[in-house]
């Protein structure tokens, strides 16, 4: 538990580091059997120490510390509950909120889309910490490991912390990229096809050493 917290706490510090977040705004969390620790409300992550590990349970209730646990838990429940992942990376990256600003789903500007599972939805407004933001975080998550929160930020999860973060500093990314061609006068973006998405996944699953992000199950949906 120890060590989960350690990774935990060291991925807190990178969003920072990364200018993914501002302060304490933005929470990690990690699944370890059936507890979830996660960084606790309002605290900077400069400061977090061994003994301010939080764990909560599935249910929520808490099992593991004295600090309150980040406002934005049910999000982080939901998605352990309905998934299968093991980590999961909120942010208020700067682009990405952007982009939640002005459409309702990322256009697929680049092949990295595909290791999300397909283009990028944007779950509609709600209040944060709420329920109504966690059911609307995911229907837009739906054959996705990442979207956009509407005037709020990013949710990105994966099978380890690290592949969390990599998914949200991808998705960070293309936002940028989005924004910067799509603010060129008298220039349209040229946009993936759903075809040539579903080829970018093939070559993903077997990228590298084999770590693909792309979810096997998202099948053919994209359009």
């Known amino acids: 538990m120890r060590e989960a917290w350690e990774a935990l706490v060291?991925?807190?510090?990178?969003?920072?580091?990364?200018?993914?977040?501002?302060?304490?705004?933005?929470?990690?969390?990690?699944?370890?059997?059936?507890t979830v620790l996660v960084t606790p409300s309002g605290v900077p992550y400069d400061r977090l120490a061994p003994e301010d590990v939080t764990g909560v349970g599935l249910d929520g209730r808490q099992v593991l510390g004295t600090l309150a646990p980040t406002s934005e838990l049910p999000m982080h429940l939901?998605?352990?509950?309905?998934?299968?992942?093991?980590?999961?990376?909120?942010?208020?990256?700067v682009h990405a909120t952007a982009v939640s600003l002005l459409v309702p789903e990322l256009p697929p500007v680049h092949y990295m889309t595909?290791?999300?599972?397909?283009?990028?939805?944007?779950?509609?407004?709600?209040?944060?910490?709420?329920?109504?933001?966690?059911?609307?975080?995911?229907?837009?998550?739906a054959d996705r490991?990442?979207?956009?929160?509407?005037?709020?930020?990013?949710?990105?999860?994966?099978?380890?912390?690290?592949?969390?973060?990599?998914?949200?500093?991808?998705?960070?990314?293309?936002?940028?990229?989005?924004?910067?061609?799509?603010s060129v006068p008298d220039r349209t973006p040229s946009l993936l096809s759903g075809e040539q998405l579903?080829?970018?996944g093939d070559r993903l699953r077997t990228h590298g050493q084999g770590d693909i992000s792309a979810r096997p199950e998202t099948g053919g949906g994209w359009a």
């Open 10 to 34: 060291a991925t807190a510090r990178r969003t920072v580091a990364d200018g993914l977040v501002v302060g304490t705004s933005g929470n990690v969390s990690v699944r370890v059997g059936d």
């Open 78 to 93: 939901a998605i352990y509950r309905t998934t299968d992942a093991a980590a999961v990376v909120h942010t208020h990256a």
């Open 114 to 141: 595909a290791a999300l599972g397909g283009p990028v939805r944007v779950a509609p407004y709600a209040v944060y910490g709420s329920d109504a933001l966690a059911e609307a975080m995911l229907t837009a998550l």
């Open 145 to 182: 490991t990442a979207c956009l929160l509407q005037n709020h930020g990013t949710m990105a999860y994966g099978a380890t912390l690290d592949q969390a973060y990599d998914r949200t500093a991808q998705l960070e990314w293309m936002c940028r990229l989005w924004l910067t061609a799509s």
């Open 198 to 200: 579903r080829e970018a």
